[in-house]
């Protein structure tokens, strides 16, 4: 009897489980399409524009690239376009298309895969800082800080850094000229696949918030599923977290010793994947997989479809800025106009939308 009883429990726990992993990769979705306004795909940035990035005048910074990514099978994806880069869109000038960064100084630009990128612009001098985390060839992750030259269309590479808190670094956003808060989103790495796809299907929550400055890599916050883009609020009060699988928004307070604590949590039933801001609103743009499984299906094979969605997070009271958060979907696409949406973002009532492996696209908003 007991053992009947204990039979009957252990199988309740492990179809339970089975049904919230069938839940939150997205098996029970439907897409409906829909566009904020006429949209269109840039030309040139493939495979992949996992994050992007704007400054304040419109400048648009997208990374291309992850190492591992690259589809082999498939014969139309020659290993040219496999290289990491870094492309440039000029918001302003929304006609032309995206234009490729050269590189400056010492700089391994044969081992570059990038991820997560962050814009730090200097309140003073107004000098541009692109941090960007790099899936080095050696399997050690690290952040390449990279100066822009505008006139020369160029990143002037500063420095590279790693430790031993920074291995499976997801996303980053700058605070400082060299210094920044990182998500790592599994503890297992890249030499460990069997482990690594344990992690996501069990659901354990091994990811990690970290912080750097001065040379140190600190661990800020442990416990997380999948911690996955990261950004901080205009005002610089607070930090911003999308954990992918869980589709839940972690808003914590800054600190003054750069230590966080949970204010908010925010279910936005999706996978959420990176986060942009409004630097005037403070409104959060992010991208979203509304079916998780057919992108992992997706970065098997370019071919196979894969959603996107975007949302958009807007906090109406001021005094008590998560009191009353507004929810708006931006967009829904079932693959027709991209796959596999990462990022979302935003300038004058203009948007990109960048994707894991697949291409770039651009929207004006219109009607939303």
């Known amino acids: ?162 430790g031993k808190n920074i291995y499976s670094v997801n996303d980053l956003v700058a605070v400082g000229p060299e210094t920044f808060y990182y998500t790592n989103d599994l503890y297992f790495t890249k030499p460990y696949p069997l482990a690594v796809k344990m992690e996501i299907y069990s659901g354990l929550s091994w990811g990690n918030i970290g912080y750097y400055s001065n040379g140190k890599d600190t661990i800020i916050s442990s416990g997380h599923r999948f911690p996955n883009g990261i950004n901080v609020s205009p005002n610089g009060k607070y930090i911003y977290v999308a954990t992918l699988i869980p589709g839940v928004l972690l808003i914590y307070e800054r600190k003054k010793d750069n230590s966080i604590q949970e204010v908010k949590r925010v279910d936005l039933h999706t996978t959420i994947d990176n986060i942009e801001l409004d630097k005037e609103t403070g409104d959060l743009w992010i991208g979203c997989h509304p079916i998780f499984h057919l992108l992992m299906e997706h970065e098997k094979n370019y071919n196979n479809p894969a959603g996107s969605q975007v949302l958009r997070l807007r906090f109406d009271d001021q005094n008590s800025p998560f009191e009353n958060i507004d929810v708006r979907e931006v967009l829904m696409d079932d693959g027709s106009l991209i796959k596999g949406s990462s990022v979302a973002s935003y300038y004058d009532n203009k948007m990109l939308i960048g994707t894991v492996v697949h291409k770039l696209a651009y929207c004006e908003l219109i009607a939303f």
Do not use: W
Not at 33 to 48: D, K, M
Not at 84 to 104: C, H, M, Q, S, Y
Not at 130 to 141: E, K, T
């Open 1 to 162: 009897m007991i053992l009947r009883v204990a039979t009957l429990l252990a199988f309740a726990v492990v179809a339970t489980h089975i049904a919230k992993t069938l839940h939150l990769f997205g098996y029970f979705k439907t897409i409906y399409n829909h566009h904020p306004g006429p949209c269109r795909v840039i030309p040139g940035v493939e495979p992949g524009s996992e994050d992007v990035t704007v400054s304040t005048n419109g400048l648009a910074f997208i990374s291309s690239g992850i190492r591992g990514k690259g589809n082999q099978s498939d014969p139309t994806i020659q290993p040219p376009l496999l290289k990491g880069r870094i492309f440039l869109f000029d918001f302003n000038k929304p006609e032309n298309n995206a234009v490729e960064l050269t590189f400056t100084g010492d700089f391994d630009k044969d081992n570059f895969y990038p991820h997560g990128i962050s814009l730090y612009e200097d309140p003073i001098s107004g000098e541009k800082r692109l941090f960007v985390v790099n899936h080095h060839i050696s399997d050690q992750d690290r952040v390449e800080i990279f100066r822009f030259d505008e006139k020369q269309q160029s990143l002037h590479h500063l420095k590279s850094i790693a």
